[in-house]
């Protein structure tokens, strides 16, 4: 609150005139019997405001009531016993002295006048936005203006809650208080309040409130973030880089950066709970060729943690074959028999590269291999190994191609005798195999009826297929025969085993004969009784028409 200061001069006179009236009164006035009263009584108003004063007494016989103050006034009206002015433009607090005279003794009455002002300003200093967990927050309050200062309250606010209250001293008037910071505190706002409480005297609570100030509040783990990155890298190919970190809060308002050297890359970040995650992918081209950094960094209130890792990204194309430049179907390389062939592999600077196990002068260069094709080589396979040293490691690529040797039929005699006898009506087959690539279409047909014999399937052999064939092996490349001679032996007919055959037949049928006439003699056998009444007559054959159960006469 500001001092007042020293008065105005023109307000002085009146002053010192109700000072003197005041002080100089006889003794016998405090005894008076009649009072003279001021009305209103200890009166508040607010600055400039104005008000009545009325100036009473019950002495039958007053004279010379007046008001005497150093504030501008003007008499509205008086009466037996009474006076009233209108003073105007209360600005400070002031004294107003009634005086008067009752059968010559002086009368006098004072009363108070309080201003009140409503604060100017209420201003809750600045402080920052974030603000770690664990950490003490001072919050500082400016009020300027404000009266009367014995009635004027600062108070400090986390919402609504109180955290301080303190009467305004001083112009202007400053309040702190100091919040120890919780996650709790996160989102809350903090404000300044005044209450200027003129309830005692009749009017009421004022309150003035301050802008609210928004609090964010913030863990950041001191361990840097969790950084997942391949060692190495191919050009061309791509990965998934990761990177988390734990025990933070807010998770989900950090700020994430991954980059690749000067390169910024694209991040999907998520979090849950206290932990955020951030994944980019990494596409390795020429121009990041080398070794380079990956770095992470989480930022969060002002203050970050970083992590960085290498990733070396390499190139390593091979390795690449190639044949003669007239074979160009390097899947399936075809090639006549005969034919020089010259094989290369090569898989770019600094590859060393071994065809067929033979290795290249030097790393870079490429592998040579020279080859005379022969029907040998048919199905040949030829590997290239590609090895690369990228920062320690050693990287390998292997390839291969298999050579198609492309040459005539041939005929083995090995493989198809040239002779063959069968009997007539056996089954034989006959086993000829020709070789070449493509595999050959191979046919016997009889020299002189034309008519071909199977090969290489079961058949059965008559005398027709007696005599000399002429057996053909064809493929795209040419053409082989070879004459095959097959005799049929014709089958003879031998006495001695007819022979045989008969006495077989005949001894089968004395059996069946001799078995027929003992099953039938076997059926009509005599049937004998034992005559058990008289044990002195012997046994007596039964004849086959007396009936069965029959005593004799």
Known sequence: MVPLGPLPGACWTPLISLLLVYCLLPPGSQGQKFLLEVEPKDLVVPAGGSLLVNCSTQCPNPELISLETFLPKKPVGNGPGWAAFWLSNVTVDSKVLCSGFCNGSQMASSSNITVYRFPKHVELASMSPWKPVGKNLTLRCLVTGGAPRTHLSVLLLRGEEVLSRQLAVGEPAEVTATVLVSRNDHGANFSCRTELDLRPQGLGLFQ??????????????????????????????????????????PASEAQVQLALGDQVLNPEVSSQGDTLKATATVTANTELEGTRKIVCNVTLGGESQETQENLTIYSFWGPIMNLSETIRNLSEPTVLEGTTVNVT??????????????????????????????????????????????????????????????????????????HFTWKDRTTQVLQCQASGNPVPQLQCLHKVSKVPVPVGVPFRVTLKHNGTYYCWAVNSQGTYNITVVINVQARNRNPLTITIIMAVFVTLG????????????????????????????????????EALGQQPS
């Open 208 to 249: 003035n409130n301050s802008a609210p100030s928004h609090l964010r509040t913030f863990v950041l783990p001191v361990m840097p973030p969790r950084l997942i990155v391949p060692r190495f890298l191919e050009v061309g190919t791509s990965w998934l880089v990761d990177c988390t970190l734990d025990g933070l809060f």
């Open 345 to 418: 592999c090569a898989a770019g600077a600094r590859v060393q590269v071994m065809l067929d196990g033979a290795p290249a002068v030097t790393p870079g260069q490429l592998a040579l291999l020279q080859l005379n094709v022969t029907q040998k080589d048919d199905k040949r396979s030829i590997f290239c190994n590609a090895t690369l040293e990228v920062d320690g490691m050693v990287l390998h690529r292997n390839r291969s191609v298999q050579l198609r040797v492309l040459y005539g039929p041939k005929i083995d005699p090995a493989k198809c005798p040239q």
């Open 510 to 545: 004395f059996l069946i004969v001799t078995a027929a006439l003992v099953y039938v003699f076997r059926g009509r056998s005599d049937i004998y009784r034992v005559n058990r009444g008289n044990n002195f007559l012997p046994l007596k054959s039964k004849q086959p028409d």
